[in-house]
């Protein structure tokens, strides 16, 4: 935990609302494998990590909710009967998880919130579920609403479908929510069963390579690719009536029934059918403790989201091309919904600093852009501050 700014949401709380906050923080993830395959019913392989958002919060005697975020030096205040999407952007994560709780009957009051943390906006780490998971862990402990972990996940997913508008999958706040120090979780998307996988990376880090981009292609080709994938599978449907989701199709059908009518969507569901395969793989590879063999199936990834998912960019191109002859980097690719953000990569810990040197000048050279990078560990979900 980030004893800074625990001690940071506390005094500026107190400051704040005059009165002593109750703390809670929801951590953001990195996923190893899987990516763009839980929408489509697959499995994915993500990890809470140790870096995330931290909110104070405390009980009013009326109806009203302010928020307070240190990171936009911002507040909001509306009600409980108010509650409503806002142009301000932020408080949409924290209202939307209030408007859940609502539309399932839960009673709850007003509240003081602020809210700080140190998973970087726009990095592909998920800030926005663990704002979410934050929120929705935070009310249900202060309103004694007896809401399950599962269940807080899922007003997680429903408050960003309805009040940030990006149809993201069940993993970013299911990661946040269920994540275990030094594992990974094999989650099935269709059944909601999930394993946790040990990762023991034995003289390697993960090393996240942020891009500093975020191309305004990333929600509305997020949601152009959840479609795309309907469509791939409402073509393999007419034949094969049985089949729900792209988890059921085998690439002998997109093949025979996807094809020759629409090969954009061939590509795109192609991507998706064998990622599915190659998570599996991946979790066999973890259990041998193969890094290498991981690594190798990472560095496919990143060609399957870059030219056949096609929801990368040169930023992201850049920095995986840069390491894959690398061998101190035993795997890299982009992470999250694309079009910016970080990539993932596997590192001999000794190696890093290096790395980071180089790649800042060459990125800098290339992109005029300034890199940043952060060294992350595996952490627990969602908890109490105490």
């Known amino acids: 935990?980030?004893?800074?700014?625990?001690?940071?949401?506390?005094?500026?709380?107190?400051?704040?609302?005059?009165?002593?906050?109750?703390?809670?923080?929801?951590?953001?993830?990195?996923?190893?494998?899987?990516?763009?395959?839980?929408?489509?019913?697959?499995?994915?392989?993500?990890?809470?990590?140790?870096?995330?958002?931290?909110?104070?919060?405390?009980?009013?005697?009326d109806e009203t909710i302010m928020l307070y975020s240190e990171?936009?030096?911002?507040?909001?205040?509306?009600?409980?009967?108010?509650?409503?999407?806002?142009?301000?952007?932020?408080?949409?994560?924290?209202?939307?998880?209030?408007?859940?709780?609502l539309k399932r009957g839960y009673k709850i009051g007003g509240f003081n919130l602020n809210i700080e943390g140190d998973v970087p906006i726009g990095s592909g780490l998920s800030s926005s579920a663990a704002v979410e998971c934050a929120t929705a862990f935070a009310l249900n402990d202060i309103f004694q609403l007896g809401i399950d972990k599962m269940e807080l996940a899922f007003i997680g997913q429903k408050a960003e479908h309805e009040f940030a508008r990006v149809m993201c999958g069940i993993m970013d706040q299911f990661a946040s929510v269920?994540?275990?120090?030094?594992?990974?979780?094999?989650?099935?998307?269709?059944?909601?069963?999930?394993?946790?996988?040990?990762?023991?990376?034995?003289?390697?880090?993960?090393?996240?390579?942020?891009?500093?981009?975020?191309?305004?292609?990333?929600?509305?080709?997020?949601?152009?690719?959840?479609?795309?994938?309907?469509?791939?599978?409402?073509?393999?449907?007419?034949?094969?009536?049985?089949?729900?989701?792209?988890?059921?199709?085998?690439?002998?059908?997109?093949?025979?029934?996807?094809?020759?009518?629409?090969?954009?969507?061939?590509?795109?569901?192609?991507?998706?059918?064998?990622?599915?395969?190659?998570?599996?793989?991946?979790?066999?590879?973890?259990?041998?403790?193969?890094?290498?063999?991981?690594?190798?199936?990472?560095?496919?990834?990143?060609?399957?989201?870059?030219?056949e998912y096609e929801v990368s960019c040169k930023e992201l191109d850049f920095l995986v091309d840069a390491v894959r002859q690398n061998p101190d980097v035993l795997g890299a690719r982009m992470m999250g919904g694309g079009f910016g953000g970080c990539t993932i990569n596997i590192v001999k810990e000794d190696a890093i600093q290096g790395l980071i040197g180089r790649l800042s000048t060459s990125y800098k050279n290339a992109m005029e852009l300034d890199l940043t990078s952060y060294i992350v560990e595996t952490d627990d979900g969602s908890s109490k501050v105490v």
């Not at 205040?77 to 108010?82: A, H």
């Open 178 to 307: 269920f994540g275990k120090k030094d594992h990974v979780i094999r989650l099935d998307c269709q059944s909601m069963e999930y394993e946790y996988e040990p990762l023991e990376l034995k003289g390697y880090k993960l090393l996240l390579l942020n891009t500093n981009v975020k191309h305004s292609l990333a929600s509305t080709e997020y949601n152009t690719r959840r479609k795309q994938c309907e469509e791939g599978v409402k073509l393999v449907q007419v034949h094969h009536p049985e089949v729900k989701s792209l988890r059921d199709v085998t690439i002998d059908m997109l093949q025979q029934y996807v094809g020759d009518s629409n090969p954009v969507v061939f590509k795109r569901c192609k991507y998706v059918v064998e990622e599915k395969e190659r998570l599996l793989s991946a979790c066999e590879d973890l259990k041998k403790g193969d890094l290498k063999a991981l690594g190798e199936k990472m560095f496919r990834t990143h060609e399957g989201l870059s030219k």
């Open 1 to 61: 935990m980030n004893q800074e700014i625990i001690k940071d949401v506390r005094e500026k709380f107190r400051l704040r609302f005059k009165e002593e906050p109750t703390l809670f923080r929801s951590p953001g993830r990195v996923n190893i494998i899987g990516e763009h395959t839980d929408y489509n019913n697959g499995f994915v392989l993500p990890a809470a990590i140790d870096k995330a958002v931290y909110i104070g919060v405390s009980k009013r005697q």
């Open 71 to 101: 990171e936009f030096k911002e507040d909001h205040t509306c009600t409980l009967d108010t509650v409503e999407r806002t142009d301000k952007g932020w408080p949409n994560y924290i209202l939307g998880v209030v408007d859940q709780l």
